[in-house]
């Protein structure tokens, strides 16, 4: 965000997530090397007083956040309060949509890169997945393709799946996981007894696919508005999902798209809060969608 920020004018302040800052370092240096001036962009780091500090002092006049609900919500509010203009893009759960018509190798494929790529550690992953019809019979050779995904360390070249960001994130992850089966759920493919060699204590989960779900509040019914996919061969029914569903962005077979800046993104509902989305214009009504067919 920050070169059109820059670009149109403005000096930006970034406070990167106080777990994973290394990336945005790696981008402030690239910046520096190209010759942006100092004090143009700027990187504080902390956690909830450099929070405050970005929500308080009147000299930032914008907030733009992407994260967790309950940060997302305490930053809005507290922005406002001090009449900044605050956009939060927060939770997510994003379903895919298989039907008995779509191809089956690519929907696969993409819905395996989907599910666990950056080990699903990233808004706009799938990570549920509605089988229509006969094409839940394809889950048992989609488990298998998940079970080929190599589990390592991050920056090892080999690697598929890199670890949680933290041990209470992994806690977490299998607590969901041992919901479900208790909830009378099937776990095809376990992830949680995973062991990386060299890393063993690691806060690594391995591919993990529960099928038989109950009580699933499916896409327009759950509280959050991301994003959505659907696989299909058929163009009407590829349109009757585009015009029917009430999410922020939607593929049609591909996985969810992160839209280029002259498109707008922006989640809906749940997912959102503020009046200024991300970035394209403003969507006339709630429920206003960017579709992408490839």
């Known amino acids: 965000m920050f070169p059109l920020a820059v670009v149109c004018g403005n000096t930006f302040v970034m406070k990167p997530s106080e777990r994973v800052p290394g990336a945005t370092m790696l981008l402030a240096k690239l910046a520096q090397d190209a010759g942006l001036p100092d004090g143009v962009l700027n990187v504080i780091h902390g956690a909830h ?20 609900d309950q940060a997302g919500k305490y930053i809005y509010d507290r922005g406002s309060q001090n009449r900044k203009r605050v956009q939060s893009n927060m939770g997510a759960k994003n379903h895919g949509v298989i039907m008995p018509d779509a191809n089956k190798d690519h929907a696969l494929n993409q819905l395996v890169g989907a599910a666990f790529g950056a080990a699903g550690q990233r808004c706009m992953a799938l990570s549920t997945a509605i089988f229509v019809g006969e094409s839940k019979d394809w889950i048992p050779e989609f488990v298998e393709r998940a079970k080929k995904l190599k589990v390592n360390a991050g920056h090892q070249p080999d690697a598929d799946l890199g670890p949680l960001i933290s041990p209470q994130a992994k806690d977490r992850v299998c607590d969901l996981v041992q919901s479900g089966a208790d909830e ?20 690594f989960v391995g591919p993990t696919v529960i099928s ?52 707008s993104f922006t989640g809906s509902r749940g997912s959102f809060l503020g009046s200024s989305h991300f970035y394209g214009k403003e969507p006339p009504s709630e429920k206003y969608q960017q579709n992408f067919t490839f």
């Not at 007083?49 to 006049?61: G, K, Y």
């Not at 109950?214 to 163009?235: L, P, R």
């Not at 009430?246 to 002259?262: C, F, R, S, Y």
């Open 49 to 68: 007083e450099a929070v405050n500090f970005i929500c308080d002092d009147p000299s930032i006049q914008a907030i733009s956040f992407v994260g967790s």
């Open 184 to 203: 009378g759920a099937t776990i095809d493919l376990d992830g949680r007894g995973v062991k990386v060699e060299g890393y063993e204590k690691g806060n």
């Open 212 to 263: 038989g779900v109950k009580a699933v509040e499916i896409i327009n019914n759950n509280e959050y508005g991301n994003g959505t996919a659907i696989f299909t061969s058929s163009g009407a029914v590829a349109r009757r999902f585009q015009n029917d569903v009430n999410v922020g962005q939607i593929g049609v077979n591909v996985p969810i798209p992160v839209a280029l800046p002259m498109f």
